[in-house]
C-alpha cells in the first residue's frame, strides 16, 4: 500500500499548489440553464477520446475479475484513476480540452490492455482501417499543402482561402525534408508490418501509433505555418496596431483573456494597462463580448469606437477599439 499512501500525498501536493495558485476555478454543470453546455462537453468527451474511450471501456470489462479482485492491479487502477480524475476534471473547470488533454495518456494506456483480448480477425480490421485511415489523411495533407503552394488542384486552394482568407503560404526546405522522410518511413512500415507476422500484441499497436505519430509530424510540417495563422492572434494584433498608428501611446484594456492580452503585447507591442476611471490613456480595447463594461471602471460616453477587429478564422471573436474623446472624470 506504499504506492497509494504515495499517491495520496502526491495528489496532496497538488492541490495545495493549485490553492496557492489560486487554480481553483469551478465551472460546476448540472443547472437546466447549462444543458446546452453539457451537451456540447458529452460530444467533446466522445469525440476527443475517440478510440481509445472504446477500447478503455472493453479493456474494463475483459479485466473485470482483476478490477474487482482484492489484488489491487496498479496497471488497471492508475491508469482508470487518472482517465476518472480527468473526465471529472472536463465537466467541472475550465477549459475542458485541456483537462481532457491530460487524460489521454492514462486512456491510452487503459486501452493498451485491450488488444491482446482481440480475436486475429478482429486485429486485423483495425489494422486495414489503421492503414487506410491514416494512409487516407496523410495523402490530404500533402494535397492541400500542394495545393496551397502551386494553386493546384484549384478546389483545395479555394477552400483554404476561404477558410483562412489572407494567409500567405510559405516554404521551408527544412519541413518539405521533414515530411518526405515521415511518409517514406510510413511506407516503409507499412510494408514491414505486411510481410511479417509478428507477436498477437503488436498486430493492433505498431500501426496506429505510428499512423498518430505522422499525421502530427505532417501537420506540424507542411500545415503549421496554416495553423498558426488561424489559431494565433498575431494577424488580429497587427491589424489593431494599424488601426492605432504610430505612437499610441498606453492603452487601457478591460475583458481580455490571457491569450488576447499576451498576444497584443508579444506581436504588437504595446503598452496595456487595466482599465479605471482616473486612466488618461486615450486609447481603450475590449473584447466585443465583455462591452459595454461597469460603468465603475469604463464611462461610454468619454469613447468612440473606432473599430472592431476579428480573427481571420473566427467570425465571433472580435477586439473592440476606442478613442477617449472626452477627460476622464
Not at 14 to 37: F, M, N, P, S, Y
Not at 41 to 48: D, Q
Not at 72 to 92: D, E
Not at 239 to 266: F, N
Request: with cysteine.
Amino acid at each position: 500500500m506504499r504506492w497509494a499512501v504515495a499517491l495520496a500525498v502526491v495528489t496532496a501536493l497538488a492541490a495545495i499548489l493549485a490553492w496557492q495558485l489560486d487554480l481553483w476555478h469551478w465551472r460546476v454543470v448540472g443547472a437546466a440553464t447549462e444543458a446546452k453546455e453539457f451537451r456540447s462537453l458529452t460530444r467533446l468527451l466522445l469525440w476527443f477520446g475517440w478510440p481509445a474511450w472504446p477500447l478503455a471501456a472493453w479493456t474494463l470489462w475483459r479485466w473485470r475479475k482483476q478490477l474487482v479482485n482484492r489484488q489491487l492491479h496498479r496497471h488497471l487502477w492508475l491508469p482508470l484513476w487518472f482517465s476518472l480524475v480527468s473526465v471529472g476534471a472536463t465537466f467541472t473547470t475550465q477549459p475542458a480540452d485541456r483537462a481532457l488533454l491530460v487524460g489521454l495518456p492514462a486512456m491510452a494506456a487503459l486501452a493498451a490492455f485491450a488488444l491482446p483480448t482481440f480475436r486475429r480477425s478482429m486485429a486485423a480490421l483495425i489494422d486495414w482501417f489503421t492503414l487506410l485511415f491514416f494512409s487516407a489523411s496523410a495523402l490530404a495533407i500533402w494535397v492541400v499543402w500542394f495545393a496551397m503552394q502551386t494553386g493546384v488542384p484549384a478546389q483545395p486552394a479555394a477552400n483554404v482561402a476561404k477558410l483562412a482568407p489572407g494567409f500567405t503560404p510559405e516554404f521551408s526546405w527544412l519541413a518539405l525534408v521533414v515530411a518526405l522522410a515521415a511518409s517514406i518511413a510510413w511506407c516503409r512500415l507499412v510494408w514491414w508490418r505486411a510481410a511479417r507476422n509478428r507477436a498477437a500484441i503488436w498486430k493492433s499497436l505498431v500501426l496506429p501509433a505510428s499512423g498518430a505519430a505522422l499525421g502530427w509530424l505532417l501537420l506540424t510540417t507542411l500545415w503549421l505555418p496554416l495553423l498558426d495563422y488561424a489559431r494565433s492572434y498575431a494577424p488580429q494584433a497587427r491589424k489593431l496596431v494599424t488601426a492605432l498608428g504610430p505612437e499610441p501611446g498606453c492603452i487601457q484594456m478591460y475583458g481580455l483573456s490571457r491569450p488576447q492580452v499576451a498576444a497584443l503585447q508579444y506581436h504588437a507591442q504595446l503598452r496595456l494597462l487595466p482599465a479605471r476611471q482616473a486612466q488618461e490613456c486615450p486609447w481603450l480595447v475590449t473584447d466585443s463580448e465583455a462591452w459595454p463594461a461597469p460603468a465603475d471602471l469604463v464611462n461610454p460616453e468619454h469613447w468612440t469606437q473606432e473599430a472592431a477587429i476579428g480573427r481571420p478564422t473566427d467570425k465571433n471573436e472580435f477586439i473592440l477599439l476606442f478613442r477617449r474623446t472626452a477627460a476622464p472624470d
